[in-house]
Structure formats: structure tokens, C-alpha cells
């Protein structure tokens, strides 16, 4: 037992990545290159948007920039070391560096989730709520729920990926994987990994289908606000900021439920690299896109400070 708890402290892990397809790699590199860059400019500008209008100094868009920030490190934190796996032969981690990288993609994954519920309910006190929005949204309680999210986030994280790395691995080191991610860790295992399973599934249960539940019900009871609304504006107004926020939502959450609501044994390890990609790459450069283009608040701001900067 000793020797197997010992093999799995070995000191890199082999990312198998995408190398079942040689002549792929280099237009996958050039492609995520492609969407990084695009998810590092638009989410950075959301930022520096956010602070620079005082416009946009509301819940709506402090969770917004939140989300960015989310997002931004979110793919800082596997992308990278995937663009250097695909450059050249060096496909290799070392464990340190694959606790590091599990941890954060797993602690900031789960602050998304709740994020996403915390906006979700922003929305929610906005359209059902509005006489009592301010008072509801008060500026201290959105930070406490900003804060919240980071800490739940990484503190599920601090658990989850010690159980993963405490199973023995029995020197196995090829991660059939572009990052360390735990269905992919717990298919290296040379012992029953059942107990980590149930786990994973009943923190995803937690952290994906209950947030889902709660960001549903919340549109549910937005849905039938609308319904009753006579103004037009209004529910243009309401169905272009909710609209992108449940477009973020899918974009989000279809592709992690594939990956997280069943058993690791039973997901097939190419299926999941594509999916991985797409939650991993695709939609953090998308949710800029959603927001800037389905906001008239965002597009306003926008076209002030461009504004401003030419001296128009």
C-alpha cells in the first residue's frame, strides 16, 4: 500500500492531448490562439469599461466584470500550458504544476456556477422587484455576494482535488487529457475510484444542478413578470440583458453537465477533450461578444468613450 501511495507522487504527468491527431494540432493552435486572444481582449475591456462609466457602476455590471475576471483566469489557468502542448513535443506537467492547474480550474469553474445564480438573481430583484431593487442590491450585499462566490469556489476546490490526489496512481503518468482534470486523473488509478465518483457527482449536483435549478427559477419567475408587462420598451429592455444572461448560462453549463453528471468510467476521453475545449475556450470569448452586442447600456458606453478618446 505504501509503495502505491508512494507511485503516485511522481514528479510530471505526460498530456496526451490532442496528439491522436498530429495533423490537427498546429490549426488547433492557431484557433485557440485565435478565441484566447479574443477572450483576454473582450473580457479586459469589459473590465476597463465597467470602471471607466459611471453608467455602469450597478449590480449588473460589477457581477459583469466579476464574471470577466472569472473568465479570464479561468482560461489563464489551462490555456497556456495547452497552446505550449501543442507547439511542440514537450507535452509535460509537472505534479505540482497539475495540483496547481486542478485546483484552480475546479476552484474557479465552482465560483462561476454560483456567480452565474448571484446574476441570475440580480436579474430576478431588477425586473419582479423594482421598487425594492436598490434596497435589495444594496452595494455592501453585492460584494458579499461577489465574495461569496470566490470562496465557496475555492474552498470546494481545497477538498475536491485533495481526494483526487490522494488516490495512488502506481506510476501511471499519461493523463489522456489537455489539462489535469479529474475524470481524467481518476481513469489513471490502479484501485476501485467509486467513492470519488459518488463524490464527484453529488459536488456537481451541488454546484451545477442546483445552481441551474435556482438561475431556471429565477427566469421562470422573470417569464411571467414580462408577460404581464404592457411597455414595449421594457420588455425589449428586459429580454436583451436577461436574453444574453441565459445565453452565458447554456453556453456554460450544457457542456460541463456532460462532463461532470456522470461517471468518469463511462465518459469516452475524446468526446471529452472537445467538450473541455468548448467550456474551456470557446465560451469565456463569447460572453464578451453576447454582452457588447445584446446591450444597448454596454454599446452606449462603448460609443461615449470612443468618443471621449477621439474628442468627439
Not at 480550474?105 to 465552482?110: H, K, Y
Not at 462566490?149 to 495512488?168: E, K
Not at 468548448?278 to 447600456?297: A, G, H, Q
Request: hydrophobic share 50%; net charge neutral.
Amino acid at each position: 500500500m505504501m509503495m502505491e501511495k508512494n507511485a503516485s507522487f511522481e514528479d510530471f504527468f505526460i498530456l496526451l492531448g490532442f496528439s491522436n491527431w498530429p495533423h490537427l494540432e498546429v490549426v488547433l493552435f492557431v484557433v485557440i490562439l485565435i478565441f484566447y486572444l479574443i477572450t483576454l481582449i473582450g473580457n479586459l475591456f469589459i473590465i476597463i469599461l465597467s470602471y471607466l462609466d459611471s453608467h455602469l457602476h450597478t449590480p449588473m455590471y460589477f457581477f459583469l466584470s466579476n464574471l470577466s475576471f472569472l473568465d479570464l483566469c479561468y482560461t489563464t489557468s489551462s490555456i497556456p500550458q495547452l497552446l505550449v502542448n501543442l507547439w511542440g513535443p514537450e507535452k509535460t506537467i509537472s505534479y505540482a504544476g497539475c495540483m496547481v492547474q486542478l485546483y484552480f480550474v475546479l476552484a474557479l469553474g465552482t465560483a462561476e456556477c454560483v456567480l452565474l445564480v448571484v446574476m441570475s438573481y440580480d436579474r430576478y430583484a431588477a425586473v419582479c422587484r423594482p421598487l425594492h431593487y436598490t434596497v435589495l442590491m444594496h452595494p455592501r450585499f453585492c460584494r458579499l455576494l461577489a465574495a461569496a462566490s470566490w470562496v465557496s469556489g475555492f474552498t470546494t476546490s481545497a477538498l475536491h482535488s485533495s481526494f483526487t490526489f490522494w488516490i495512488p496512481l502506481c506510476g501511471h503518468r499519461l493523463v489522456d487529457h489537455f489539462f489535469c482534470e479529474v475524470p481524467a486523473l481518476l481513469r489513471l488509478s490502479c484501485v476501485d475510484t467509486h467513492a470519488n465518483e459518488l463524490t464527484l457527482m453529488v459536488m456537481s449536483s451541488i454546484f451545477v444542478l442546483i445552481p441551474l435549478i435556482l438561475i431556471l427559477t429565477s427566469y421562470g419567475a422573470i417569464a411571467w413578470a414580462v408577460l404581464s408587462m404592457q411597455s414595449t420598451t421594457g420588455l425589449q429592455k428586459v429580454f436583451g440583458t436577461c436574453g444574453a444572461h441565459l445565453m452565458v448560462v447554456s453556453l456554460f453549463f450544457i457542456p460541463v453537465m456532460c462532463i461532470y453528471l456522470q461517471p468518469p468510467s463511462e465518459n469516452s476521453p475524446n468526446q471529452g477533450k472537445f467538450i473541455a475545449l468548448f467550456y474551456t475556450v470557446v465560451t469565456p470569448s463569447l460572453n464578451p461578444l453576447i454582452y457588447t452586442l445584446r446591450n444597448k447600456d454596454v454599446r452606449g458606453a462603448v460609443k461615449k468613450l470612443m468618443g471621449w478618446e477621439w474628442g468627439i
